[in-house]
């Protein structure tokens, strides 16, 4: 009787400690979904936040874009405006000054020479001075072919030097007409160029040596010079010239002077060659040993007299393993100064 109460007693009590365990668990998830939910409801409002923060930025991007390319369209219009109310270029009567170009340099230099006295080992007094030197160009484009050039110097008469020495108590110094020229280079023919009048030197001087012509030395009367490429690596070089060296009367030939040179020049490896051939050639007309002598070069040339006719052949060339030379005697140095 007592077990039969007891089991009555018992299986009730389990089953609503079982219903409470349910009740428990249920009220756990029920609490946990609504939790989740809060979080997400969050989420939602910062991710609706961020939105409308991005479009806004996006909203004052667009106005700052459209303000700039308004600003820039303006400014656009502003400066065709200008240019349109402006000139275009110089005048007609003006447009001249385009096409030419200045330029010049000075130098100021102190010299001391000391010599020393023949057979003695003692000096001479030194010499002391001071020299200047002043030279102003001139270049002008006329076409597409043709072109002049003009520059002043300072010197003296001497055509090997534009120094002046400071010396004759203040005297004014004289100022000379150093170049003089036109330029032709026609488009027909690449390379080439035609110079007349009193011209640059058109002959190539290796290394810079002066042992035929002085560096300061510019030549009048006619020359050219011609550059081709052969291919990648070679260069031929032409030059020659007639020069007038004085102008004499009567029927004797004024003395004068011509020249011709030919070179390759060949680009390396290990830098640039310069074939045989380099050495220009010359021959003279009637160079008198009486002249007053006007350029310092040294050359070979031959004279049966103190005047040559006008139509005498000029002397004939023969090469060399150096590269030119003629085959007149006997051997002359010419000399300025």
Request: some cysteine; proline content about 4%.
């Amino acid at each position: 009787m007592k077990k039969e109460e007891i089991k009555r007693r018992i299986v009730p009590a389990a089953a609503a400690f079982v219903l409470l365990l349910l009740f428990s668990a249920r009220a756990a998830q029920a609490d946990e979904l609504s939790d989740l939910k809060q979080q997400m409801d969050t989420t939602m409002k910062l991710l609706q936040e961020m939105q409308e923060r991005i479009t806004q930025l996006e909203a004052r991007q667009t106005l700052k874009e459209k303000s700039l390319t308004e600003q820039i369209e303006a400014i656009a219009k502003k400066t065709e405006e200008i240019e349109k109310a402006a000139p275009a270029g110089l005048p007609t009567s003006a447009s001249w000054v385009e096409r030419i170009k200045w330029s010049g340099d000075f130098r100021y230099r102190h010299e001391s020479i000391d010599e020393e006295t023949a057979g003695s080992v003692r000096w001479k007094a030194g010499q002391n001075r001071h020299r200047i030197r002043a030279r102003l160009m001139l270049e002008a484009t006329l076409n597409d072919e043709w072109g002049l050039g003009f520059r002043l110097a300072s010197g003296s008469a001497d055509p090997t030097s534009t120094n002046q020495t400071l010396d004759s108590s203040f005297s004014s110094k004289d100022i000379w007409l150093d170049l003089a020229y036109f330029d032709y280079h026609p488009a027909a023919v690449k390379g080439l160029n035609v110079y007349g009048g009193k011209i640059k030197n058109p002959f190539y001087m290796v290394g810079g040596n002066q042992l035929i012509f002085d560096g300061d030395l510019n030549p009048e009367g006619i020359g050219f010079t011609f550059e081709r490429a052969l291919n990648e690596r070679d260069t031929l070089r032409l030059a020659g010239g007639g020069f007038w060296v004085d102008e004499g009367s009567g029927s004797a030939a004024d003395p004068s002077l011509f020249g011709a040179q030919a070179m390759i020049t060949h680009t390396r490896a290990m830098g640039v060659c310069r074939l045989p051939g380099a050495a220009p050639a010359f021959w003279a007309t009637a160079i008198r040993a009486a002249s007053r002598p006007s350029i310092r070069m040294i050359m070979t040339y031959s004279r049966s007299s103190a005047s040559t006719p006008r139509n005498a052949a000029p002397p004939r060339l023969a090469s060399s393993a150096t590269g030119f030379r003629t085959s007149m005697q006997p051997r002359t140095r010419i000399r300025a100064g």
